[in-house]
């Protein structure tokens, strides 16, 4: 299995790998990494860039690219979708066709995509509307303490935090107020049969009347099912 960048693409790896393969009829697996941006030298704009012209669009479509060099297996993936990138890269590996197979991990830069959208949140508050923000998190009587989702993550944001169970010495996995709200930390334990300690939650700011009633009838019926009489 071969690795590039799609800065890497475009500045050479379009030539001396995706053409070269083709020429020479090689019969392998290609993973081109779809962030958006030329992540080593500081996330400069490429041709792929979403919004690298005033009128939004991208000038250049990578796997429309790949299909006009000939590429006949072809998949695009969404990089944060682990289940289905390890089904992806196990059908590639055990297809019978011969060729140069490709998948288009697909997935932008979250550093890049929070630099893109904190100053359009920031003016959609402002104008009074309605803002859904994505947060994950793990449930700490659920959580095993073995910290294999830290490891096979690597997310800054999932970090370790002492249990506040006084009957566990081990420190439990916690999900610190660097959650960008990717799910990769989620996907990950899910397709590596981790324990499900993961949950998602969206915050929502200026909320909407309907949010407010949701909200209220859920807390209710959460409060009646744990038998503690809780209402909102």
């Not at 690597?154 to 370790?160: A, D, E, N, Y």
């Not at 506040?164 to 799910?183: E, F, T, Y």
Request: charged fraction near 20%; proline fraction near 4%; aromatic fraction near 6%.
């Amino acid at each position: 299995i071969s690795v590039m960048g799609d800065g890497g693409f475009w500045h050479n790896g379009l030539l001396s790998g995706v053409a070269s393969a083709m020429f020479n009829r090689g019969d392998r697996v290609l993973v081109i990494m779809q962030n958006g941006y030329t992540s080593a030298t500081g996330a400069q704009f490429i041709p792929n860039t979403a919004g690298n012209r005033r009128d939004g669009k991208t000038t250049s479509d990578i796997a429309a690219t790949l299909k006009a060099m000939g590429v006949k297996w072809l998949r695009t993936i969404r990089t944060y979708n682990v289940a289905t990138m390890l089904g992806s890269l196990r059908e590639a590996m055990n297809s019978p066709d011969k060729g140069l197979k490709v998948i288009v991990a697909d997935g932008e830069c979250q550093l890049a995509r929070q630099r893109r959208i904190r100053p359009q949140i920031a003016a959609q508050l402002k104008r009074g509307e309605r803002v859904v923000r994505t947060r994950y998190g793990v449930d700490d009587e659920v959580c095993t303490g073995d910290h294999s989702c830290i490891r096979l993550s690597g997310c800054p944001s999932l970090v370790v935090k002492p249990s506040p169970d006084p009957l566990r010495s081990d420190p439990v996995a916690h999900v610190n107020n660097g959650c960008v709200g990717c799910g990769l930390c989620g996907e990950v334990a899910d397709a590596a049969v981790l324990c499900p300690s993961f949950y998602r939650a969206d915050i929502v700011q200026n909320a909407t009347w309907w949010d407010r009633l949701k909200w209220r009838v859920r807390s209710s019926v959460i409060g009646a099912m744990a038998g503690n009489g809780a209402s909102a």
